[in-house]
């Protein structure tokens, strides 16, 4: 029989109880963006888009039984970085999964390691096509292709007018540029469309008139142009000074938000291909997990535009967890397994992988959606 | 043709901050005999300065420019009296790495202050350029211009016709000899590397409204001084001129006309004819052999 004194140090000992679950190790999920350096924009974003997720699983009761923590190391926009950030996190934190590492070059770069240590990654923004055809069974992208972009992009032609009859393209001289260059050039080539100039800039460039008065003189009527969120900035600042005079379509997903309170002078319409238009939540595929995020995102007063990119970090986050839910252990190659049964509603709608690359060795590739955002003196639009 | 016309526009402009950078570079190496690696972190520095007074406390665009630069010659002096001071007989090596570090602290310190994501710096220019037959070019852009010749002449004149300027001549001819005649040569020290760090954070001001501001962007600027010094000739003022206005042509135009892949490449290409054809550089500095 209880008497009071037993009472008394049970309800003593029930907070601490309760907390029993928590106070176990957490586990550890390692995340390498580009905090610094050329494209640190993006890489800002992408990392808080995965700090919130982080919060928003630990409130509801961890990942199997215990929370999440979020281990992030800067690349420093840099390939060599990027992979001495992975092996940190590897040897050093002990993580049994990695999130990155936003450029292509610098999750290519990473890429061997994964091989070395065996331990997966989730990749968020890359999307150079090699990265999931080349081989590698420990690469998980749910960022899309180059080749779907393109090809998404392509069927929203019908919506320009005046109709895009010649294209031509600035494109930042590195993977994700050359790739993204590449696969616009066939899927709107195929689709009949002319094909003019490619000019390139090295991701440091910010004086890019050169380049800017070269396409200048072709007859192209539309401009893709690729590369981060600083020179998209940049490009189309100069592409006004320069009188270009052609529409500026740019890719991968980045958005300029810089121009939001910096606009472009009256009569410059810039369109902008995204997987999330946060200013349209409610067109997103799952609404009420498109207006979570962005709410938590709010509540913490970020950069409002920064949510275009920082639902990557949030989807890649959601899908580790529904890994290590499947896998039941926080071991590497129990969630390798375990992602290829990941069903998953994301920001950017539905998340499953595909098998891609030689057989034995498949890479997983995620389908996600494409959409096209204008933006015209400071105001954005759903196209 | 038009094409050309435009490139020339732009290799102006370019090439004009190219100067401005570069001078600051040689000035210190010509009187003080060190390399000046933080030169670019200084430019980071002006241009921080500058989006700082300007979008956080609200301050004239012109007075922020004027602000940003004197707090880029308070800067130098700084280091000047804490870290060169101390090493002014050490070897030009051991001097070279504590300017390293001092680069070093000074990036990691803007990244930590400010954070690894681009600013722009809001101007009172039009956002529409100003148009000239088949030219074009942006009202602040042509400011920027304006200012660094105003600057270039306005240093010319600091050197050619004031008392410091004569104390730094001197000493960049012959330090010893220059002492001996009475010039105070730590002054004349600290004097040099404030001027040649406003410059730098001059440009700094000048460039960040024009570009964006980031914690890194003086490390492709400052290989570019360094580029533009050694084309002129080491601590060559007239050399650091003609030799931004060069580079700043040369990367244009063959960017333009031949590919703007390598367009960087492009200004390495000259500086390795010209070094071929003049070890010295374009305009030797001249000073006292022996």
């Not at chain 2, 660094?148 to 000493?171: C, K, N, Q, V």
């Amino acid at each position: 029989m209880m008497n009071r004194r037993t009472l008394l140090l049970a309800g003593l000992a029930m907070p601490a109880l309760s907390r029993a679950g928590f106070a176990a190790d957490p586990i550890r999920i390692g995340m390498t963006q580009p905090l610094t350096g050329a494209v640190a924009a993006s890489g800002n974003y992408v990392a808080n888009g995965a700090k919130i997720a982080a919060e928003v699983l630990n409130a509801s009761g961890g990942v199997l039984g215990r929370p999440v923590e979020l281990i992030l190391e800067d690349n420093k926009s840099n390939p060599r970085e990027a992979v001495a950030a992975a092996e940190k996190l590897v040897l050093r934190d002990k993580v049994p999964v990695l999130i990155g590492a936003w450029s292509s070059t610098f999750t290519l770069a990473i890429m061997p390691k994964l091989m070395e240590y065996k331990v997966p990654m989730i990749v968020e923004t890359s999307s150079a096509a090699r990265i999931t055809t080349s081989g590698n069974p420990w690469v998980f992208r749910i960022a899309p292709t180059s080749e779907m972009e393109a090809v998404a992009f392509a069927e929203l032609l019908g919506k320009f007018t005046p109709a895009i009859r010649k294209i031509g393209f600035l494109s930042v001289n590195n993977d994700f540029g050359r790739g993204a260059t590449e696969k616009f050039w066939a899927a709107l080539g195929a689709k009949g469309i002319a094909i003019g100039r490619t000019e390139t800039m090295t991701p440091e460039a910010t004086d890019l008139a050169a380049q800017i008065t070269a396409l200048k003189q072709s007859d192209a009527d539309t401009v893709f142009l690729t590369t981060g969120v600083e020179q998209q900035t940049l490009a189309l600042r100069q592409a006004v000074e320069q009188r270009l005079g052609k529409r500026i379509v740019t890719t991968g997903g980045s958005f300029p938000d810089q121009l939001l309170a910096n606009p472009l002078p009256p009569g410059n319409t810039s369109f902008h291909i995204l997987f999330y238009a946060p200013w349209f939540p409610e067109r997103a595929p799952h609404p009420r997990i498109a207006e979570r995020y962005t709410a938590e995102w709010n509540r913490k007063g970020w950069e409002f535009a920064g949510l275009t990119e920082g639902f990557r970090g949030y989807d890649a986050m959601l899908t580790v967890a529904e890994a290590l839910k499947a896998a039941g252990k926080p071991e590497a190659e129990a969630i390798r397994q375990a992602l290829w049964t990941v069903k998953l509603a994301g920001v950017n709608g539905d998340i499953s992988f595909a098998k891609e690359g030689p057989a034995g060795q498949e890479s997983g590739q995620n389908r996600p959606n494409v959409s096209v955002v204008t933006l015209s003196e400071g105001k954005t639009g759903l196209l | 043709m038009d094409q050309a016309l435009q490139h020339l526009v732009n290799g102006t402009v370019l090439g004009g901050t190219y100067a401005l950078l570069g001078i600051g570079l040689t000035l210190v190496f010509g009187v003080m005999r060190v390399v000046n690696f933080t030169h670019g972190e200084l430019y980071a520095f002006g241009a921080y300065m500058t989006y700082a007074a300007v979008s956080l406390l609200g301050l004239d665009f012109y007075l922020s420019l004027a602000l940003a630069t004197l707090l880029g010659m308070a800067l130098g002096a700084a280091i000047e009296f804490l870290l060169l001071r101390p090493m002014r007989r050490a070897d030009i090596d051991s001097t070279m790495l504590v300017m390293i570090g001092a680069a070093l602290v000074l990036q990691n310190g803007e990244m930590w202050a400010w954070g690894g994501v681009a600013k722009l710096i809001p101007n009172p220019f039009p956002g529409t350029p100003l148009v000239v037959g088949p030219v074009s070019v942006l009202p602040l852009r042509l400011f920027v211009l304006v200012v660094s010749i105003a600057l270039l002449l306005g240093f010319w004149l600091l050197l050619d016709r004031t008392r410091i300027g004569m104390a730094m001549r001197a000493t960049f001819q012959d330090p010893e000899t220059a002492a001996l005649m009475g010039v105070r040569i730590n002054w004349v020290n600290s004097a040099t590397f404030a001027i040649g760090s406003g410059l730098a954070a001059a440009a700094g001001a000048l460039l960040g409204p024009v570009f964006m501001v980031s914690p890194t962007m003086g490390d492709l600027v400052g290989l570019k001084a360094f580029a533009i010094v050694i084309l002129g000739g080491l601590g060559s003022l007239p050399g650091a001129t003609i030799g931004g206005f060069a580079l700043g042509f040369v990367e244009e135009f063959a960017g333009g006309f031949v590919s703007t892949e390598y367009r960087d490449a492009f200004g390495f290409l000259l500086i390795i004819l010209i070094l071929a054809l003049k070890p010295q550089g374009l305009v030797p500095a001249k000073e006292r052999i022996g």
